[in-house]
């Protein structure tokens, strides 16, 4: 399936679970349509775009792994996606990330992650809480910040900071996700 092919069909794709799921399981069972589905991702003014970020959410989730050899591009990428429906799923691809390389568990994140990578996944979470996003971007990139703030001294504080500063002009979610941040920072 060529890039194009895979375009058209990400016109079915909508918001239901069983959609993304669909698509996802065919980005799995065909690996060499990942790279597809990041090219039309950042296409990021084309409202497909959004259903690509869907099912690549969807595809990571089931197996981060198909992500190592494109997280150059990836994270080189990434902060050009602005419309709302996609920045949801990039924030929580950036959360999967982090859980998976501060895992317990060995695995192929915790070597391919770079501290390159890693600098703009932490610049990409800061930008999105401190601009007007929706609260799960603002949510997944809380705790990505928190994750990669063991290593990085400097991130507890601003995000402490930030989170302070807007608690209270924020919606219940994000109040929710910040207070448990917050108590876990103390």
Not at 145 to 159: N, R, S, V
Request: proline letters at 2%.
């Amino acid at each position: 399936m060529t890039t194009q092919q895979l375009y058209e069909e990400l016109n079915y794709v909508n918001h239901s679970r069983e959609k993304r799921l669909y698509y996802a399981n065919l980005v799995l069972a065909n690996e060499n349509l990942f790279t597809n589905l990041l090219d039309i991702l950042f296409k990021t003014d084309d409202k497909i775009s959004c259903k690509a970020a869907w099912v690549l959410e969807f595809t990571c989730k089931e197996n981060l792994y198909l992500i190592i050899p494109h997280l150059d591009y990836f994270t080189k990428n990434m902060q050009k996606v602005h419309l709302d429906p996609a920045v949801r799923p990039v924030a929580k691809i950036c959360e999967y990330l982090a859980n998976a390389f501060y895992s317990k568990e060995n695995n192929e994140v915790k070597h391919a992650l770079t501290l390159t990578h890693r600098e703009k996944i932490i610049e990409l979470c800061f930008d999105y809480l401190i601009s007007d996003q929706k609260v799960a971007a603002k949510a997944y990139s809380m705790h990505t910040l928190f994750l990669f703030g063991k290593d990085a001294d400097w991130i507890y504080p601003e995000l402490k900071t930030i989170l302070q500063r807007d608690f209270y002009n924020q919606s219940a979610a994000f109040k929710a996700r910040a207070k448990h941040i917050l108590k876990k920072l103390k």
